[in-house]
């Protein structure tokens, strides 16, 4: 089974410009999860979704959305790119969104995006 | 809210000597995990710690949860070129997970 899929793998995007990243997994996980890493930050929760229909924001959500149509696919737009939204993007994905019981998040390989 | 303070940010090793990264939480954490992000990759989960003052080995790899359940520890034991990367500890924050900032390995053989 492939997991976790995302595209593009990576770009270069003009500053004022929209994009969406893609995220797809098959392992019918009802949570998903978009982060964002930068050195020296760790990785920052921008958007969640406890399954499908439903969404919600996480530590910096300014500047992106997501939806959550259907189970396996889970897409991050970001409307008009700022230079602070150069990043590395990652898509993960877990059974549930349960904090208190065995629950492994699982990531995509990333998408590097630069804005210009 | 919920902070998870990781340390060190980086350490840098010579091969076959011992590492150890440290996690220290604001709150009580009902549980701890760790994952492992090789250069260029994707965090990768390790193992989930749950119970006071649990340790649980993984070949070189120990991990340790702390009796008041607020910090953890992953120590690595003969370091291996095999072993660089950044590991986090992420604990839970209300319903979300919260990441440290990670502490970035490296050996030098």
């Known amino acids: 089974t492939a997991g976790i899929t995302q595209a593009p793998t990576s770009q270069i995007l003009a500053a004022g410009r929209s994009m969406t990243l893609r995220c797809t997994q098959d392992m019918r996980h009802n949570a998903m999860y978009w982060y964002r890493q930068d050195l020296g930050l760790g990785l920052r929760l921008i958007h969640y979704s406890n399954t499908a229909g439903t969404t919600g924001k996480g530590e910096v959500p300014d500047g992106y959305s997501v939806s959550r149509a259907n189970t396996d696919d889970f897409p991050l737009t970001l409307a008009s790119a700022v230079p602070s939204q150069t990043s590395v993007y990652f898509c993960?994905?877990?059974?549930?969104?349960?904090?208190?019981?065995?629950?492994?998040?699982?990531f995509g390989p990333g998408t590097r995006l630069t804005v210009l | 809210g919920q902070q998870v303070m990781q340390i060190p940010q980086y350490q840098h090793v010579q091969e076959g000597e011992d590492f150890t990264t440290y996690c220290n939480s604001s709150t009580t954490l009902s549980n701890i995990q760790w994952y492992k992000q090789r250069p260029g990759g994707h965090p990768v989960f390790l193992i989930q710690?749950?119970?006071?003052?649990e340790v649980k080995k993984q070949k070189r790899l120990t991990f340790q949860f702390g009796e008041a359940k607020k910090n953890s520890s992953l120590h690595i034991t003969a370091t291996q070129t095999t072993d660089v990367g950044t590991y986090f500890c992420a604990g839970p924050g209300g319903n979300k997970l919260v990441f440290g900032a990670g502490t970035i390995l490296r050996v030098k053989s």
């Open positions: 993960a994905s877990s059974d549930s969104m349960s904090t208190s019981s065995y629950n492994e998040q699982f």
């Open positions: 710690l749950v119970k006071s003052g």
